[in-house]
Nanobody
Framework: QVQLVESGGGLVQPGGSLRLSCVAS????????MGWYRQAPGKQREWVAT???????NYADFVKGRFTIARDNAKNTMYLQMNSLKAEDTAIYYC????????????WGQGTQVTVSS
């Protein structure tokens, strides 16, 4: 059974930082492309960043230069370092895994809340 567990969310002031983590189990993590998405209240879920199995990373324009995605295959963990946070970054952040052997599959975590407010 595939499980993705996010953590690291919380309340932070504008300009602050947070680091999210996503721990995966039940999946071949090192052979999976991983990503972060977010969903703000009243809005659709949107893509934030991706790190592929070969460590190639891509970012949505609205987080470039502020967020950094990383993965540690030894720990089956993906990270999202978020700096210079803005109020509009407030959302539930979700972890996504797409295994290379079955790219039509999508596995989601339960999400972690990030609130940026003074």
């Amino acid at each position: 059974q595939v499980q993705l567990v996010e953590s690291g969310g919380g309340l932070v002031q504008p300009g602050g930082s947070l680091r999210l983590s996503c721990v995966a189990s039940g999946i071949s993590f090192m052979f999976s492309d991983m990503g972060w998405y977010r969903q703000a209240p009243g809005k659709q879920r949107e893509w934030v960043a991706t790190v592929t199995s070969d460590f190639t990373s891509n970012y949505a324009d609205f987080v470039k230069g502020r967020f950094t995605i990383a993965r540690d295959n030894a720990k089956n963990t993906m990270y999202l370092q978020m700096n210079s946070l803005k109020a509009e970054d407030t959302a539930i952040y979700y972890c996504l895994a797409v295994p290379e052997i079955d790219p039509s599959s999508r596995y989601w975590g339960q999400g972690t809340q990030v609130t940026v407010s003074s």
